[in-house]
């Protein structure tokens, strides 16, 4: 069944919105919290090292990782290119949206890697390797999280509404004190 990242967008059918609410923002800011939360279990593992978690919870780990990231790369990005493309040829936006995707394909990367990695028997041998790997992975996908945002703000500008320029900057508050 294929989704539709932009049905119940305010202005689905426009190039992009005009004006930016707090509601608009709310679903990729889940995402976004999504993440990073998996970023924090991620941080527990590599810390815990060499001890290797329980296969019960590395699986459900890993599922929720190529599941969050691999969703997030094909929705968020035609969900932001909707909500700040103007139409138009503007270089910044196109450098912007174009640097948020590679992020995205790089977090996807990162995760099928983790994947086989942890799918060989003597993962756990080399824990310094894994260590590096996860370690990659959860910086990568929290500057990717903190990029976009900023992205947001600064492409969509005058645009947002002030409750969503509050929820914008509480969000990159929290992602600075952890």
Same mark, same amino acid.
């Given at each position: ?38 970023? @924090? ?115 969509? @500008? ?21």
């Amino acid at each position: 069944m294929d989704r539709n990242p932009l049905q119940g967008s305010v202005v689905p059918f426009a190039r992009r919105w005009h004006i930016i609410q707090e509601i608009d923002l709310i679903r990729l800011l889940q995402e976004h919290r999504r993440r990073l939360a998996l970023c @924090g279990q991620a941080e527990a593992m590599a810390d815990a090292l060499p001890d290797r978690p329980v296969a019960a919870t590395m699986t459900l780990f890993l599922q929720a990782l190529e599941t969050l990231v691999t969703r997030g790369e094909q929705a968020d990005g035609a969900y932001l290119e909707a909500m700040l493309c103007n139409g138009l040829n503007d270089p910044l936006t196109d450098t912007l949206l174009d640097h948020i995707r590679h992020r995205h394909e790089a977090d996807a990367a990162a995760v099928r890697e983790l994947a086989a990695a942890f799918a060989e028997a003597d993962a756990f041998a080399a824990p310094e390797t894994l260590g590096h790997m996860l370690r990659n992975f959860f910086t990568g996908c929290r500057r990717a999280v903190d990029f976009e945002q900023l992205a947001i703000i600064a492409l969509a @500008g005058h645009r947002l509404t002030p409750s969503a320029r509050g929820l914008l900057v509480d969000a990159l508050a929290e992602s600075v004190a952890a």
